[in-house]
């Protein structure tokens, strides 16, 4: 399995682990003290910032060729994808309120980091999806 394969397994399920772990949070946290509090459960989406250990934890190829062209297809395609995941993500977040509230409305300031750290973890989640996806979720050797 390539080095780049492994830092997708890797950030997928630390990304994964963060949004369970977070999701879990905020329904456990509805329950006992209401909902604008709950949302404080978001704050175990930080366990996804252990994907960013992958290139540090794998070392480089042993492979006297690291990349080859293929390889760099596959990243550039999987970065294309998880752009356009990212401008999705954004597009949504900021035309739903938009829409439902209308155009005279206002939403607090302190969403938008929020939409940016959603966008940006859908980037890389996307990018590494696209990535294990396209090299076929396992090492063929081809």
Same mark, same amino acid.
């Given at each position: 399995?390539?080095?780049?394969q492994k830092i ?25 003290? %209401?909902?604008?509090? #709950? !949302? ?9 910032? =252990?994907?960013? @250990? /992958? +290139? ?25 994808? %998880?752009?356009?995941? #990212? !401008? ?7 035309m739903l309120p =938009?829409?439902? @509230? /209308? +155009? ?39």
């Open positions: 399995m390539k080095r780049i997708a397994w890797w950030l997928l399920v630390w990304i994964s682990a963060g949004f369970v772990v977070s999701a879990i949070a905020v329904v456990v946290l509805y329950f006992k003290v %209401g909902m604008p509090k #709950a !949302f404080a459960g978001i704050s175990f989406m930080g366990i996804a910032g =252990f994907g960013g @250990l /992958g +290139p540090l934890i794998f070392g480089k190829d042993k492979d006297k060729v690291t990349c080859d062209e293929r390889d760099k297809l596959i990243n550039s395609r999987a970065a294309v994808a %998880g752009f356009g995941a #990212a !401008f999705l993500v954004t597009g949504v977040a900021c =938009f829409s439902i @509230l /209308g +155009p005279q409305a206002t939403i607090s300031i302190t969403w938008l980091p929020m939409i940016f750290g959603a966008a940006a973890l859908t980037s890389f989640f996307v990018h590494a999806l696209a990535i294990l996806i396209q090299y076929g979720w396992s090492n063929k050797n081809e």
